[in-house]
């Protein structure tokens, strides 16, 4: 397969190298420009993310790939994980966690909280570093450009900006003001409507607002896989779960299958001078269903868990002289609708809710020197304060939002007995940081950029991260990166104080005991680690772009769960007083080393009157875990894809543009240890994605469009990224979606 991968990879080189035409000079990149440009041209994109100053993409000391506006239209991206899903190195596994939806990895660092993403230099995921699904509630609709950071961010960006950076830059009003509506239908129940209205006031006055909303029915599994998704169990009431039969209260349990997912996120910007205001709320709701058999789960539409962010920042910029000064206030606040819960055989079928609530107040002062065109010194402090209300463990009733904070835990409620109040973990606590970056150019050919930040956290203390970084061109054509960064994931609430699990009692509530009870470990420290990175970006003319990338990652502190007993003992098996069978705990328990690298090669061309962008990417991944609680040796890293590969074509023929783009996985690392090689993971097969789109645009000014997921109809399994017995989550078949957007 990787000798096929390959010659795919070596005839778009050959055939750009061929065609290839003298690029026509553009300043911007309209879709109608876009594809004019060589790929000299689109790798001199300027951005912000990886310095916080601007700079051409090709200079910037960071692995970055830019995905423009025109991008996002033309290839008919819906929500984030549909563009990393696309970008080398990235994994996105729909499906596969019953709270944040897809996992999304990035050089075999999982999970959505282990990177950090911005709109317009503004963290907009939690604030205290809950998970987050990846959807339609980020608004890349709204997006000039969306900068992607690989690598460790935190010499920049403080805490879990471990595995990069995501920033979502906006579009503003330029000398025309802008009105863009989109409506988008598709099969299997999903929906999108989007609208922006940019506009250039009085006295310099821009102003923006914005809104989406998007809904999901999503493919009835019972349906789509009936061979693995019966839902007798629905239809009778009674489920035959893993731990034994058992009967929800009846009328309770709808026996169609309904999972659906709904996003939406508002938005609204002004901006005058060097004074600019922002106000972003998104939210989404999933599934908890996920994961599970029907047998072992309610598969109903009032099952699910919804998540919101309201973020709210004000900036200042000021230029003198040669320093440039941006002062920053941001606040934000994250809370799980009272109404979320899970219902499985883990509670006896019935809804568990769930409750938490996490916020932030920051202040920030940069500071930007340029001593001559040859150094630059970029500085600045931040304090921040958050308050915490970590995730609760499973109630009987919703919290209440008017009231004091309280819950009574699930199945605890008896005749004449009010239940076990639940035992919740509210937090403050503060960060101070400082950090600082010198980027000094000896010669007009090579960079160097020296930098670091020191952080102080009362729960956890101190942390300093460098950074150091050389950018050289040893000939004309040819970009040499070498980089070194470390970086930290702060303990966050959720992880250090997550309690769930649920007592039972045989006598009506007189008392109670356990199977099972997860529990907080306070005394968690900080998962840090250390990246070495090169990368060596040819040109072939002006069309035709090589690069090859090469990785090393050690990461150490990574948490993992254990028994109290015998490892941190702190509840001697018991918990509110009341006996518990086991007792587990989050500990720092092992170390990760990944190293791996991919291949690119990228080509705009022209065949007649059709102009093309093409791109090839090979990636590879491998990791290895140590001083696990199951073995002595270290063993193959879990719930990656060692090997990759996409290929995609972009088009455009007059009126009509077009996109094909095609992932290709290899066998899929599984969490399950083989057997008789407990140094080995199992494996479940690969699959070949393959996504259509295209669109027609009338005068310039209304596109009407379509989108085809999943075009060859796979039926494919993600592996999941922890332990289950079952081989992975099943994943959409074929989707097809229309959609009309007017600009005005």
């Not at 000021?318 to 206030?329: A, C, I, P, R």
């Not at 202040?363 to 020197?369: G, M, S, V």
């Not at 992880?495 to 009506?508: A, I």
């Not at 027609?696 to 017995?725: C, E, W």
Request: contains cysteine; glycine residues 8%; proline residues 5%.
């Amino acid at each position: 397969m990787i000798r096929k991968l390959l010659t795919a990879t070596g005839c778009i080189f050959c055939l750009a190298s061929a065609i290839a035409q003298e690029p026509r000079p553009s300043d911007t990149l309209k879709l109608d420009k876009l594809l004019n440009l060589s790929f000299e041209d689109l790798m001199n994109v300027t951005v912000v993310t990886p310095t916080r100053n601007s700079q051409k993409q090709e200079q910037a000391p960071a692995t970055v790939l830019v995905i423009t506006k025109d991008l996002i239209e033309l290839r008919g991206y819906r929500n984030l994980a549909e563009v990393l899903n696309d970008l080398p190195d990235f994994l996105v596994k729909d499906k596969s966690d019953p709270q944040f939806y897809n996992p999304v990895g990035v050089r075999g660092i999982s999970r959505q909280d282990y990177f950090t993403i911005l709109i317009d230099g503004v963290r907009i995921s939690s604030p205290t570093n809950e998970p987050l699904p990846i959807l339609e509630n980020y608004p890349i609709y709204l997006a000039k450009q969306i900068e992607v950071v690989y690598g460790p961010g935190s010499a920049l960006y403080g805490a879990d900006a471990m595995g990069g950076v995501i920033n979502i830059i906006t579009r503003k009003a330029g000398k025309e003001n802008e009105l863009t509506a989109t409506a988008i239908g598709g099969t299997q129940g999903y929906s999108n409507t989007s609208l922006v209205l940019n506009r250039n006031l009085k006295n310099g006055l821009k102003f923006c607002i914005a809104g989406l909303y998007s809904y999901d029915a999503q493919p009835d599994f019972s349906k789509s896989y009936p061979d693995h998704f019966r839902m007798s169990s629905h239809e009778t009431g009674v489920f035959n779960t893993a731990l034994g039969p058992m009967t929800p209260r009846a009328g309770t349990v709808d026996p169609e299958f309904a999972a659906p997912v709904k996003a939406y996120n508002v938005y609204s910007s002004i901006e005058k001078g060097g004074f600019s205001m922002m106000l972003l709320h998104h939210y989404v709701a999933v599934p908890t269903s996920t994961t599970l058999s029907p047998d072992d789960a309610v598969f109903n539409r009032n099952v699910f868990y919804g998540h919101g962010v309201t973020t709210a920042s004000a900036n200042y910029t000021t230029e003198t002289g040669n320093v440039k000064s941006v002062s920053t206030l941001t606040a934000s606040f994250y809370e799980v609708n009272p109404k979320s819960n899970f219902r499985n055989l883990y509670g006896g079928m019935e809804h568990g809710y769930k409750y938490s609530t996490g916020s932030m107040q920051k202040i920030e002062q940069q500071l930007i020197y340029t001593f001559s065109e040859k150094i630059g010194l970029t500085g600045g402090a931040t304090y921040e304060i958050f308050q915490s209300l970590p995730k609760t463990p499973e109630l009987q009733y919703p919290v209440s939002r008017s009231e004091a904070r309280s819950g009574v835990l699930l199945n605890s409620v008896y005749d004449g007995n009010p239940g076990i109040e639940a035992k919740f973990f509210p937090l403050v606590y503060t960060n101070v940081g400082s950090y600082v970056q010198l980027q000094y150019n000896p010669v007009k050919k090579i960079s160097f950029t020296l930098g670091g930040r020191y952080d102080y956290n009362s729960r956890f203390g101190a942390t300093v991260n460098p950074r150091i970084g050389s950018v050289f061109q040893p000939f004309q054509k040819t970009t040499i990166k070498v980089l070194y960064g470390t970086a930290y994931l702060a303990p966050s609430p959720m992880v250090t104080y997550e309690s769930f699990g649920s007592f039972y009692s045989t006598d009506s509530g007189a008392t109670y005991r356990s199977r099972l009870w997860h529990l907080p470990n306070p005394n968690l420290k900080p998962i840090t680690s250390q990246t070495v990175e090169v990368s060596v970006n040819q040109k072939i003319g002006k069309d035709v772009s090589i690069t090859l990338t090469a990785y090393n990652t050690k990461i150490n502190n990574i948490i993992q769960i254990v028994a109290d007993e015998g490892n941190t003992n702190l509840y001697g098996n018991k918990f509110l007083g009341w006996d518990v069978d086991y007792i587990e705990v989050p500990v720092n328990k092992s170390s990760q080393h990944n190293y791996g690298g991919n291949l690119r090669v990228n080509a705009t061309f022209t065949i007649g009157q059709t102009k093309l962008m093409a791109y090839s990417s090979l990636s590879y991944l491998e990791g290895m875990e140590s001083k696990l609680a199951s073995s002595a040796n270290d063993v193959e890293q879990p719930a990656i894809t060692p090997w990759q590969y996409r290929l995609g074509m972009d088009g455009k023929y007059k009126a009509i543009n077009f996109s094909v783009r095609l992932l290709q996985s290899g066998r899929q690392r599984m969490n399950q240890l083989r057997p008789q090689n407990e140094e080995k993971r199992e494996t479940t097969a690969g699959y070949s994605l393959v996504n259509v789109s295209a669109g027609y645009t009338h005068k310039g000014y209304v596109t009407i469009f379509m989108s085809i997921q999943n075009a060859l109809n796979q039926r494919y399994v993600a592996a999941l990224p922890r332990n289950l017995d079952v081989e992975g989550s099943f994943q959409n078949l074929l989707r097809a979606t229309v959609g009309v957007r007017a600009e005005f």
